[in-house]
């Protein structure tokens, strides 16, 4: 029992035992870790069970995890401290990870037990998938899964608190069991699925448990569960946990549309009841509530209803409870005989009341000793089995600050005048005592954190000097001698002077998104809302309503336009689904739902055929009919099907007379030093007016030196609303010193509009791109193999091929028919296009194989060429360019490779490292196979290279560019003097011949 004890003052001393909150209505406090989250990575969370949906993220588990790949599972406390169980997931398939120690009030963990490549029993459904400590054997059990016959079962483990190790100690509980729970006698607790068929969920069951001496389960109790009065079908994730303070269980219930809620279950009768739904779209496992214990099981529960009264100014505390009426082991109670009160510490008594008789009578005693502040009081019943179940609470002993002020009401007078009232504060900061007589007050705006009263004593004040359009609110805060009073804050509303073009929402925070009003106008409570990152940009995100064509608005601050002006609205919106979209005008907020004036030019339909995850950009304008505030609105018209849409950003610009837009560039950043490429650039006519040929210029410069490496004027006329796509030649490298070049070096490179008549310039300068460029003399890409050269009917974007990211290491190789190279001679360079598609950093090292094939094709693994017949030409560290745009990986070989007519190359490579990304790039690949062959074989380690043998073959084979140097490619070659006289020879060794003539120019023979 001594071991009983000092959990609880260990427990104690953490906090754990106390609410959070300052005398919070009567809760629990629930740790867990989030096993899905939608609005966030998974996390560690606290939340209570009196705010369920709240969710307190202590620590981010995988911070570096963007696809959230790793999942927290499992956990429990142990005697050593919360272990539990993590896994990896990859679509429906879940891999272990690890055993982990954590600390429940930071979240942090360090690993017991590196699982990643444990296969004893089996790499893909989780062998282990809950966990409890039983008290009363001092085990830690887990809970995993058997299959056998074709059937599934749910067996037992144990589990080494300080290791992580695990062994097999039940192979099969006699069902399969979605969850587990174990009470501090030792009974087990297991939710099982019920069916109809055997197949189809029709709800759940609770099982009560017991284990014999010989590892036998024996039923104690088996009841099917309802909540709230229904059947509840069990879905993927499910946990259940005790509260070893009460007994009683806490299920986190997922159903079929996979929203957990809390449910509370009597253990004894198995009946339920709903607290609520748990956050926003999570699922939390290993939930683990805090507790105290007692000195016996037999020994009281903990006293209940605690209430606080003052005197003589508030050194007297008199604080009272209700007693018990039952054991810790939830019997009735008919022996309680004291009740010790504590302060501070469970072992400081500072009185002891007597109860004999007393049970389930309320009780008080009052405390005249304590020194002025909070204090935490610990009332503790006992009886002849010792000590019962301590519960605390928290008062303030002397004068309080104030607490927050009561009646606290904002209202919108006009745009340009808020009112805001309040009266005195009814409790102090602390819950304690305070003087009301003599206070002040400070009243702070937000959002722009101005303080606009201080230190007066009036309980009202209007605010007449706003700022910007915006979303106001003010904080309250009272004062007395003892110091600042606890701040109330008021609701928001929408005021303020109206701002003036340009103007433009990104709504990457909250205090954005806030800016603008959201009009629920189909009344479905399905709205606009900002969700923060949620796998695509910062952005608000609105869930359509399936059963209305006319859906919310999402309206603007009130925007400045003067008569006559012409102004431009925009919003670029990504959608999961069909749509069609409107930008609606209107003179005030209210109008925008029902009055507003829309123009045909601003709606804008995404068809079944156009693309969806990707951006799309509304917009339109309008000329002013009078000077004064507008607001704008983004509407979507649903078609009738669910569909997810998303806006983040939206523009409000006034129109120039001249405005040359340059909206797009179509380069490959890839160059070779001196050596003229050419860019097509896209120019738009934003302005009113058109820009006639020759009055504006276009350029590529050197982002950091400023050299222009380029310029042509303009070549065409562009009217307004229209678009010209004109091709600028340019050298890159062309004022970077030749001998900054070793091989190749990225030149920082960006494109722009010149003109003295734009009145626009921040639309003039395109992105900037990392170009790769080449030494002077290398030779330029003269194959590409592209979708163009497909066999069969597949062109496909692959973004493993020819690289697999989820692996440090991995292998691939393909074969090229020479019909698709078309020339021989010797390869000197090999290039890979593609196209970021996340950020990432990080360097891996490449290594480049080339050889020969008289086959065009694979059957199998085993046709791969081995390694005796292939040289390597490249093995240097590389690092992929994370800036949008497409890009060329291009690898110098160290030695040419000869490729004659008739030969299939065969291209190996291999990559060493991680960039920390699942998914980085976007590489485009071809269907080069039919059935029953292959283009490439595809091999993975998580330990080195692995042979190609272990592998599997794909269909597909990369999209590569080529140098190739030709005899006839062969322009110049440097001769000694000595050796004038002598043949010339190309690259793979073979003189030149066939009529060919040779000149001595300057020391070289030149072929002509």
């Given at each position: 029992?001594?071991?009983?004890?000092?959990?609880?003052?260990?427990?104690?001393?953490?906090?754990?035992?106390?609410?959070?909150?300052?005398?919070?209505?009567?809760?629990?406090?629930?740790?867990?870790?989030?096993?899905k989250d939608s609005n966030h990575e998974r996390s560690w969370v606290h939340f209570t069970s009196n705010?369920?949906?709240?969710?307190?993220?202590?620590?981010?588990f995988f911070q570096d995890d963007e696809y959230q790949l790793q999942a927290f599972r499992c956990g429990a406390m142990t005697p050593d401290g919360y272990v539990g169980y993590m896994t990896r997931v990859y679509t429906y398939e879940e891999y272990p990870l690890c055993f982990y120690k954590l600390n429940v009030e930071t979240g942090q963990y360090q690993w017991l037990l590196d699982m990643t490549n444990d296969n004893v029993y089996g790499p893909y459904w989780p062998r282990i998938y809950d966990v409890d400590y039983d008290w009363s054997r001092g085990i830690l059990y887990a809970l995993g899964y058997e299959e056998s016959n074709g059937g599934y079962t749910s067996a037992l483990y144990t589990v080494d608190t300080k290791t992580g190790k695990y062994t097999k100690f039940l192979d099969n509980i006699g069902f399969y069991a979605a969850a587990m729970a174990i009470d501090y006698d030792g009974n087990f607790y297991f939710l099982r699925f019920e069916t109809v068929d055997g197949e189809n969920i029709s709800g759940t069951h609770f099982e009560k448990m017991q284990l014999d001496a010989n590892k036998r389960m024996k039923r104690v109790f088996d009841k099917s569960l309802t909540v709230r009065g229904e059947a509840f079908p069990l879905y993927y994730l499910n946990d259940f946990t005790i509260d070893h303070t009460t007994g009683d269980l806490y299920w986190a219930a997922d159903d079929h549309e996979n929203w957990q809620r809390l449910v509370r279950i009597d253990p004894e009768t198995a009946e339920t009841t709903y607290i609520g739904a748990i956050g926003w779209y999570e699922s939390v496992a290993g939930m683990y509530i805090p507790f105290q214990t007692a000195a016996s099981r037999t020994a009281p529960a903990r006293a209940t209803n605690f209430s606080i009264d003052y005197a003589n100014r508030g050194s007297a505390v008199t604080l009272g409870?209700?007693?018990?009426?039952?054991?810790?082991?939830?019997?009735?109670?008919?022996?309680?005989?004291?009740?010790?009160?504590?302060?501070?510490n469970v072992s400081n008594i500072v009185g002891t009341v007597s109860a004999t008789g007393q049970e389930g009578q309320r009780m008080q005693f009052t405390d005249t000793e304590a020194a002025k502040g909070l204090h935490t009081y610990y009332v503790i019943p006992a009886n002849a089995s010792g000590n019962g179940v301590p519960n605390s609470y928290l008062a303030w002993a002397g004068e309080d600050t104030p607490g927050k002020v009561s009646s606290l009401v904002l209202e919108k007078k006009d745009d340009n005048n808020l009112i805001v009232s309040w009266s005195l504060p009814t409790i102090g900061a602390h819950e304690g005592w305070f003087d009301n007589s003599a206070l002040t007050y400070d009243v702070t705006r937000q959002p722009d954190g101005k303080k606009v009263v201080q230190g007066a004593t009036a309980t009202s004040f209007t605010d007449s000097?706003?700022?910007?359009?915006?979303?106001?609110?003010?904080?309250?805060?009272?004062?007395?001698?003892?110091?600042r009073g606890t701040v109330a804050t008021t609701s928001a509303v929408h005021a303020g002077n109206a701002i003036s073009a340009p103007y433009e929402a990104f709504f990457t925070t909250q205090k954005e998104a806030d800016a603008w009003t959201v009009l629920d106008a189909n009344y479905d409570g399905r709205t606009w809302e900002w969700q923060g990152q949620n796998g695509l940009p910062d952005m608000l995100r609105m869930n359509l309503n399936s059963e209305s064509m006319d859906n919310d608005l999402l309206v603007s601050p009130m925007l400045h336009v003067e008569e006559g002006k012409t102004y431009r609205v925009a919003a670029d919106i990504l959608m999961d689904n069909p749509n069609t979209y409107r930008i609606q005008l209107a003179e005030s907020q209210e109008s925008v739902a029902e009055k507003f004036r829309s123009f045909e030019s601003y709606n804008y339909t995404i068809g079944e055929n156009d693309p969806c995850y990707v951006s799309h950009t509304i917009e339109g304008t309008f000329e002013a009919n009078h000077t004064g505030g507008h607001f704008v609105a983004v509407r979507s018209q649903s078609p009738g099907a669910l569909a997810n849409v998303a806006v983040y950003r939206v523009s409000f610009e006034e129109v120039p007379e001249y405005d040359l837009a340059l909206s797009a560039v179509d380069v490959v950043p890839d160059g070779i030093e001196g050596k003229e490429m050419t860019a097509t650039l896209t120019v738009v006519n934003r302005g009113l007016n058109t820009f006639k040929k020759g009055e504006y210029r276009l350029e590529a410069f050197d982002v950091e030196t400023g050299a222009v490496l380029g310029s042509i004027d303009g070549p065409y006329s562009v009217l307004t609303d229209d678009q010209e796509d004109i091709e600028?030649?340019?050298?890159?490298?062309?004022?970077?010193?030749?001998?900054?070049?070793?091989?190749?070096?990225?030149?920082?490179?960006?494109?722009?509009?010149?003109?003295?008549k734009d009145g626009n310039a921040r639309n003039n300068t395109s992105e900037t791109f990392n170009f790769n460029v080449a030494k002077a003399g290398t030779s330029d890409w003269n194959v590409d193999i592209t979708e163009g050269n497909l066999r069969g009917d597949r062109t496909d974007y692959e973004t493993r091929v020819p690289f697999d990211f989820t692996h440090a290491y991995s292998n691939f190789q393909s074969i090229y028919d020479y019909d698709l190279i078309g020339m021989e001679g010797s390869i000197t360079r090999v290039g890979y296009r593609y196209e970021p598609i996340n950020s990432f950093s990080g360097t891996m090292f490449v290594s480049l194989d080339l050889g020969t094939s008289n086959s065009v094709y694979y059957n199998s693994i085993f046709d791969a060429v081995p390694d005796s017949r292939l040289t390597n030409v490249f093995y240097a560290p590389v690092k992929l360019d994370p800036s949008t745009g497409e890009h060329v990986l291009a690898l110098d070989l160290e030695t040419p490779f000869p490729i004659s007519k008739g030969q299939h190359l065969v291209v190996n490579i291999s990559h060493e490292g991680n960039i920390g990304e699942m998914y980085p790039i976007m590489m485009q690949s071809f269907n080069h196979g039919g059935t029953g062959v292959y283009g490439s074989i595809r091999a993975y380690s998580d330990k080195g290279m692995p042979a190609l043998t272990t592998g599997e073959c794909i269909p597909y084979i990369p999209c590569i560019m080529l140098s190739i140097t030709t005899l006839d490619g062969v322009k110049e070659v440097e001769l000694r003097p000595s050796t004038l006289t002598g043949g010339v020879y190309d690259l793979l060794g073979r003189p030149a011949a066939g009529g060919q003539k040779v000149t001595i120019t300057d020391g070289k023979k030149t072929i002509k």
């Open positions: 029992m001594k071991k009983r004890l000092l959990l609880a003052t260990t427990l104690a001393a953490m906090g754990l035992g106390a609410s959070a909150q300052l005398n919070a209505p009567e809760h629990v406090d629930i740790y867990a870790g989030t096993y705010d369920t949906r709240k969710l307190e993220r202590r620590n981010i409870w209700q007693n018990p009426t039952t054991q810790w082991n939830r019997s009735t109670l008919t022996d309680l005989s004291s009740i010790n009160i504590a302060r501070d000097e706003l700022g910007n359009y915006d979303n106001y609110y003010y904080e309250v805060a009272a004062i007395n001698a003892e110091g600028l030649p340019f050298t890159p490298g062309a004022k970077i010193a030749s001998d900054a070049l070793s091989t190749q070096t990225q030149e920082k490179i960006a494109f722009r509009i010149v003109s003295d």
